[in-house]
């Protein structure tokens, strides 16, 4: 078991640019989350998949973001024509079932500075 | 709608003393309660859990909390704090369909010797 793993570490682009994140959650969990943390705040929850399944969204995620989670395995964030309000820290986190008192396992999660 | 509450975003004490994180939440359902603790530069690691099996909660690195309805608490203890202790700790609560953990805004604990 190696844990939550996510691409890249840290990412800095300039405004307008697009960008995309990669998450590999522990394997054969079958739930995959992603939150956003920004600066002096708790992580705030933008979508889950259940296998390849994208099953709840947050009013958060606007347009400019989409996720995806082919085959069930690894997933990707993408932000299209980032804005300077899209710099925070984005989390993945992944359980096995996803019942309600189970854990979630974060990943270090990715560092997006926008320019 | 679940909420969480964390009084105090930043408590400092000494090495060696009580630790006491404050979290209040609100639900309108049997709550499912966490302890998360995010040192820098790193995701969130969980520390206890409350899933109903028993009001005291044990978790790692010597942690604990208790959980009182009647005060909507979940206080994360410690009894005796050490220099590696020094993180910010979020307190969160599942979301009523069991798909979200809801977070408060976090406290920062920092540890002096």
């Known amino acids: 078991d190696t844990g939550v793993s996510q691409n890249p570490r840290h990412k800095i682009t300039k405004r307008g640019q697009n960008v995309t994140f990669r998450c590999d959650p522990i394997s054969e969990h079958n739930r995959l989350y992603w939150y956003r943390q920004t600066l002096g705040q708790g992580p705030e929850f933008l979508t889950y998949?259940?296998?390849?399944?994208?099953?709840?969204k947050s009013r958060l995620l606007s347009d400019r973001f989409s996720a995806e989670r082919p085959k069930g395995s690894f997933s990707t964030l993408e932000i299209q024509r980032t804005e300077q309000g899209d710099s925070a820290m984005y989390l993945c986190?992944?359980?096995?079932?996803?019942?309600?008192?189970?854990?979630?396992?974060f990943g270090p999660g990715t560092r997006l500075l926008v320019l | 709608a679940q909420s969480v509450t964390q009084l105090g975003s930043h408590v400092s004490v000494s090495e060696g003393a009580l630790v006491l994180l404050r979290c209040n939440y609100s639900?309108?359902?049997?709550?499912?309660l966490f302890w998360y603790v995010q040192y820098p530069n790193q995701g969130l690691q969980l520390l206890l859990k409350?899933?109903?099996?028993?009001?005291l909660v044990k978790g790692i690195n010597g942690f604990e909390a208790e959980f009182k309805k009647s005060e909507t608490s979940f206080h994360l203890t410690k009894p005796s704090a050490h220099m590696s202790d020094a993180a910010e700790y979020f307190c969160?609560?599942?979301?009523?369909?069991?798909?979200?953990?809801?977070f408060g805004k976090g406290t920062t604990l920092s540890v002096s010797s």
């Open positions: 409350y899933t109903s099996a028993a009001t």
């Open positions: 639900s309108s359902v049997p709550p499912y």
């Open positions: 969160a609560v599942m979301n009523q369909a069991g798909t979200a953990l809801i």
């Open positions: 998949f259940q296998n390849e399944a994208q099953l709840e």
């Open positions: 986190a992944s359980s096995v079932r996803g019942t309600e008192q189970e854990t979630q396992y």
